[in-house]
């Protein structure tokens, strides 16, 4: 994968060396690079004691210092929450760890400026890029539900925003105006479809900021980026164990992390299928990861919270493909790519599921009715 901002390669010896800052007397026997993350660049170290070690893009994360400041807030705080909920012991939930350097830094800076962090591997887990059968979509909902479960006490002033904008659609609409003014494509089907497919839905960008500025919906600590692969799920009892990719967990409302989950968690297909013609939404993926959600979170959410569920499924499958088309037309600037086309691919994907959502609008509200 390339990105215009992080397309700098690291050799083995100095990642070797990055690494020992986190682990000193590590031997590291291996380094390679893992997952399948848009913006930072990703490597699990094996050693003894394997662990993650990162480079945070900072076009993205501009205040780099601050998003691990948050993280490592989060971590105190769930390490509590998780002492006083008394799980039972095959329920188990852990929060990585940051790993601090040889000077009790939660980060290291290289000589050129990079920004490096480690964070402990969740062992013995896995996750997936989509999703395996109804009991994972259940685990995944669960993963998400108690997330927020732990995170529900902890004020919202308690952390920075590190992303301004981030998930504001209507932001995301501002500059996907600005860029297509300045762009100079010519209009193939494809873009026409996404240009249509914007200008057909004028109103759907201000969905829930519209309800957050009245009051209906409230700020919460979020997790901001709840895709599938982001739940980890254990290798023996193949529950839900950990959510990994702390980055964007900041004050924002609920809906972006149930909007996004299910986006990401209904697209059988996956969001980087070539085959974006085929794209659909499945109603019974969503029931199971609804349900599996509120069995946790039924506690503490508020009937306007329903109200605006489906809103949210749909509202993210859409923003995330106004963020794709935004960048295709922008030249790359921000998700990383593997081709020049592929940021107008994942942005076809997203419509198309944003369209499937449409079409089945009266099961998915059947289904979040159901589960009131
Ligand atoms: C980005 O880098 P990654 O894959 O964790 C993006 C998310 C998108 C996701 C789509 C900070 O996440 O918002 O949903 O790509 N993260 C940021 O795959 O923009
Ligand atoms: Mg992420």
Redesign the pocket.
């Known amino acids: 994968m390339t990105n215009q901002s992080e397309n700098r390669q690291q050799t083995l010896s100095q990642l070797i060396k990055i690494a020992h800052q986190f682990q000193p007397r590590a031997k590291i026997n291996e380094i390679k690079q893992h997952?399948?993350?848009?913006?930072?660049s990703t490597y699990l170290v094996i050693a003894e004691q394997p662990f993650i070690l990162q480079r945070l893009n900072t076009k993205?994360?501009c205040q780099p210092k601050l998003v691990m400041d948050n993280i490592c807030i989060l971590s105190e705080h769930v390490q509590e929450a998780i002492k006083e909920l008394n799980l039972e012991p095959n329920q188990g939930w852990l929060m990585p760890k940051v790993l601090l350097t040889q000077y009790q830094q939660h980060h290291y800076l290289g000589e050129d400026g990079s920004f490096w962090r480690g964070i402990s591997y969740v062992e013995n887990s896995l996750s997936f890029d989509t999703i395996q059968n109804l009991h994972h979509a259940q685990e995944v909902g669960f993963g998400l539900g108690m997330f927020h479960r732990l995170l529900d006490n902890l004020p919202v002033e308690s952390l920075a925003d590190t992303?301004v904008g981030?998930?504001i659609t209507p932001q995301y609409l501002k500059q996907y105006q600005q860029v297509f003014g300045e762009s100079e494509f010519t209009a193939s089907r494809e873009i026409q479809y996404c240009t249509q497919f914007i200008s057909d839905r004028p109103k759907l960008p201000y969905v829930l900021e519209a309800a957050k500025g009245s009051g209906k919906l409230k700020l919460r600590i979020i997790h901001?980026?709840p895709?599938i692969?982001?739940i980890m799920i254990d290798r023996s009892s193949h529950k839900a164990v950990a959510m990994i990719?702390l980055?964007?967990v900041k004050p924002g409302l609920i809906h972006y992390d149930i909007g996004?989950c299910l986006r990401?968690g209904c697209n059988p297909l996956g969001?980087e299928t070539e085959d974006w013609s085929e794209v659909y939404f499945e109603p019974k993926l969503a029931a199971a990861i609804l349900k599996g959600y509120l069995n946790v979170a039924r506690d503490f959410l508020t009937p306007e919270d329903y109200d605006y569920i489906f809103d949210s499924i749909r509202l993210l499958a859409f923003e995330?493909g106004l963020?794709?088309f935004t960048d295709y037309l922008a030249g790359n600037v921000?998700?990383?790519v593997s081709h020049s086309e592929h940021n107008l691919a994942?942005a076809l994907v997203q419509f198309k599921l944003t369209e499937s959502i449409e079409q089945q609008e009266v099961t998915i509200k059947k289904i979040i009715n159901s589960l009131r």
Do not use: A, C, P, Q
Request: no cysteine.
């Open positions: 997952g399948s993350g848009n913006i930072n993205v994360f992303l981030f998930h901001g980026d895709k692969n982001n990719d980055d964007t996004d990401s969001e995330l963020r794709f921000y998700f990383s994942r």
